[in-house]
């Protein structure tokens, strides 16, 4: 929960204000974890049986699940993960051989972007590779990365097709 939580502040931290973002989120899950605490307490005697406790807790929980997802789609990650580098590498592919590139932004990414515990969207998890070994991506080896580094200098990740 840690590191998704801190994705999320990232992003919403536009100008150097992680400390900002990331307080104001504090206080915000604390104000939600006391309405919780308020509203079980208040659903105590009414949910007193099993079966109305079980119920009670499969409806909070798809409330909560539900509330979840909109809040990771309505807010655009800048980092990529296997799912998101597919969605943007398969568009880019697409238009590139229709003649007109282009890459899309994280918002766009994030309309596209499928995600449901224990759901494979697409075949990411197969074909795209993430950190992969320096012998794959250069397989000349160190001389090969130096080229390769010189040659792009303010790019920030290397992409290798493999067939």
């Given at each position: ?77 800048v980092n990529l993960n296997r799912h998101r580098l597919h969605l943007a590498l398969v568009h880019y592919v697409d238009t590139l051989e229709k003649g007109n590139a282009e890459v899309l932004s994280p918002a766009q990414v994030a ?53």
């Amino acid at each position: 929960a840690s590191a998704s939580r801190a994705a999320l502040h990232q992003s919403l931290a536009i100008s150097g204000n992680l400390a900002d973002v990331t307080a104001k989120a504090g206080s915000q899950s604390l104000g939600a974890s006391l309405l919780g605490t308020a509203l079980g307490i208040g659903l105590s005697p009414v949910l007193e049986t099993v079966p109305n406790f079980a119920l009670g807790f499969v409806v909070l929980s798809a409330i909560h699940q539900g509330c979840n997802y909109a809040s990771l789609k309505a807010v655009p990650l800048v980092n990529l993960n296997r799912h998101r580098l597919h969605l943007a590498l398969v568009h880019y592919v697409d238009t590139l051989e229709k003649g007109n590139a282009e890459v899309l932004s994280p918002a766009q990414v994030a309309e596209r972007e499928f995600f449901l515990p224990l759901v494979k969207p697409d075949d990411a998890h197969l074909t795209v590779k993430i950190g992969s070994d320096l012998k794959t991506v250069c397989p000349g080896g160190a001389e090969e990365l130096r080229q390769l580094r010189s040659a792009c200098l303010n790019e920030q990740y290397i992409v290798n097709t493999d067939g």
